[in-house]
């Protein structure tokens, strides 16, 4: 078993209020993710993961060259949660709602508007759509990111199918780079809604998905391969589905790792997103993802 990393030391997380009352003011999430980082309650980075390094190509948009020196951590993080059988209808933000570089997260945007083109055309994807679809959620493939992303029409055509997804503040990467594509956990948390809510943005009657589109996302997110079963499933109870993206910056040598999905706790389904950036490794960063979405459950669920 790896070593479990230490907490990183500089992290900006000053709550936001969207929706419901957040945590108890700034710096709470830091504060309750460093201390279940020391407690031993969140898990470190799994060897699997920090070995399963998102090697994308500079034109798929991951830097993977290495740094010119030893790089500083510059941590930052932000998570926001959604209870999809609570009231509420926006997340609840922890930490500045700031725009972050998506990594692979950005593959199930990439599919949510494959399916919308496939939807207004009256038709199912392909085999060959579905062969590229399938291993691109489930194993990160980037490979077959590329070909879909220049499928849909790369950074025009995703942020078209945002507009009809309720998304406000992502904005596809430049070229071929769709891994710096920028997001936020709320506009993060919307694209969740329109594959795993129902109503508003998310119905096809409005322009969203359409349920079999919905069925066939979740699907994929609910059966990644098991090295990449790390990330927001750490605070699911009985189920979760998820996407992960990770990439190492070249200009700074520092890490990108988010998370993305749906899990269940005590009967409740909750939507989970959260970015970070400027982690010294990856299993670093894998570590405070996971602690700040533990924490943010935990005080979405008020336990």
Do not use: C
């Amino acid at each position: 078993m790896p070593n479990r990393p230490r907490p990183p030391q500089h992290v900006e997380i000053p709550a936001r209020h969207r929706g419901r009352r957040a945590f108890a003011g700034a710096g709470a999430l830091l504060a309750l993710t460093t201390a279940l980082l020391a407690g031993g309650t969140a898990h470190a980075a799994p060897a699997s993961a920090a070995a399963a390094v998102d090697r994308t190509t500079e034109r798929s948009g991951a830097d993977t060259r290495p740094p010119a020196a030893e790089p500083r951590d510059r941590t930052r993080v932000t998570a926001a949660v959604l209870d999809l059988d609570g009231p509420g209808r926006e997340p609840t933000v922890y930490g500045d709602d700031v725009t972050y570089d998506t990594a692979s997260i950005i593959k199930v945007d990439i599919l949510a508007t494959l399916l919308l083109r496939a939807q207004d055309a009256g038709r199912h994807l392909t085999a060959k759509e579905r062969a590229h679809a399938e291993p691109m959620i489930r194993r990160s493939d980037n490979a077959a990111a590329n070909a879909l992303w220049r499928e849909i029409g790369r950074a025009p055509g995703l942020e078209a199918a945002n507009k009809r997804l309720g998304l406000t503040e992502t904005r596809g990467g430049s070229g071929t780079r769709w891994g710096l594509t920028r997001t936020t956990a709320s506009d993060q948390i919307r694209l969740l809604r329109a594959v795993f809510g129902t109503g508003g943005t998310s119905d096809a009657g409005t322009g969203g998905l359409n349920q079999e589109s919905r069925t066939y996302v979740r699907t994929l997110m609910a059966d990644v391969a098991s090295e990449q079963a790390w990330g927001v499933s750490a605070a699911a109870g009985s189920g979760w589905a998820l996407k992960n993206g990770w990439l190492q910056r070249s200009t700074s040598g520092l890490w990108d790792v988010n998370s993305v999905g749906r899990i269940v706790v005590d009967g409740h389904r909750y939507l989970v997103a959260v970015l970070s950036d400027g982690s010294t490794s990856m299993e670093n960063g894998v570590a405070l993802v996971e602690g700040a979405a533990r924490a943010a459950l935990t005080s979405a669920s008020g336990q």
